[in-house]
């Protein structure tokens, strides 16, 4: 049977503040994906912990007290499609990182936005007018840069950071979907749940202990903070639309760079700046075009309403 959830609320600012927080947290799991690649752990065992762990700790905390409802929906479709999206790009997210720096991958995965805007017009019905088409052509520019195909410095590793990229936009649609039809705690429910079966099959098969007592902390840390950065996440999508609050997420892009150079000594070079500078532009752009449209439109509906 259906059930009631919290409805979409039109609460930008908090919305931003959430996404900032569950950026931050998603920081540490990345960080403890790469180490734990650099560590040799196969990729399919890493991304089989992480939701391992996501979905071990969400029933132990939350059945208790939701009981079935933990696991009622009301798009069965829906949630079981955005938790193989999910775990699409995470499986693909943590292969790439196991050839390229955090500031590469993470580079990559914000032409989500650009894509989102792209999609949206086939995908959600909207307009997208030639200026935000051009302001995709532009971003993607920013996105070869950092690649540089043709040249040595170009790895095809890259390739499934694109993909991965592609798989991100795809979840943050459906993300914005399910927004007042399931709760966040529900679509926690079925991105762990999700991805633990299918993985079920696969992930034993060449399995490897963590060898320090860091990667230990590592392995066990990813579930919890995968858990919390997307319930953050998910809340956010409640109060704010996917295309408002994408470009917030770029403030990560800084995070991972540091903790790139501090962690893996990984520094970013000029032209990785150079190629991220455009991509961010580029999404504000989008962004702030999206924000005046929504205006001009907040400024002509009162008047028709009369």
Not at 3 to 30: F, T
Not at 50 to 64: D, I, S
Not at 105 to 115: E, H, K, R, V
Request: proline fraction near 5%; aromatic fraction near 12%.
């Amino acid at each position: 049977m259906a059930h009631l959830v919290a409805p979409i609320e039109n609460k930008v600012n908090l919305a931003i503040g959430l996404v900032l927080v569950s950026q931050l947290v998603l920081l540490v799991l990345d960080i403890s994906a790469k180490w734990l690649s650099v560590e040799g752990l196969p990729t399919t065992e890493i991304v089989f912990v992480r939701y391992g762990m996501h979905f071990f700790l969400l029933l132990l905390l939350f059945l208790p007290v939701s009981g079935k409802k933990l696991f009622q929906t009301n798009n069965l479709k829906l949630e079981l499609l955005r938790g193989g999206c999910l775990l699409v790009t995470t499986g693909l997210n943590f292969l790439a990182m196991r050839y390229l720096p955090l500031t590469v991958t993470s580079a990559i995965q914000f032409t989500s936005p650009l894509i989102i805007c792209a999609l949206s017009g086939p995908l959600l019905g909207e307009t997208v007018g030639w200026r935000r088409w051009v302001a995709i052509g532009v971003g993607f520019i920013g996105t070869l840069i950092i690649v540089r195909p043709g040249s040595e410095a170009f790895q095809p590793a890259a390739l499934i950071s694109l993909g991965c990229a592609l798989f991100l936009a795809f979840f943050a649609i459906l993300t914005r979907r399910l927004a007042g039809v399931d709760g966040a705690l529900t679509q926690q429910f079925y991105a762990g749940g999700v991805p633990v079966i299918l993985l079920m099959p696969f992930a034993f098969g060449d399995w490897a202990w963590p060898s320090q007592p860091i990667s230990w902390v590592a392995f066990f840390i990813m579930g919890a903070a995968g858990l919390l950065g997307h319930f953050l996440n998910s809340t956010a999508h409640r109060f704010a639309g996917a295309s408002a609050l994408a470009p917030f997420s770029y403030l990560s892009l800084i995070y991972l760079s540091i903790a790139s150079w501090l962690v893996f000594d990984q520094p970013p070079d000029q032209l990785f700046i150079l190629g991220a500078g455009i991509i961010i532009a580029s999404g504000l752009y989008i962004w702030l075009r999206e924000r005046s449209l929504h205006k001009a439109e907040s400024v002509v509906d009162p008047v028709l309403e009369r």
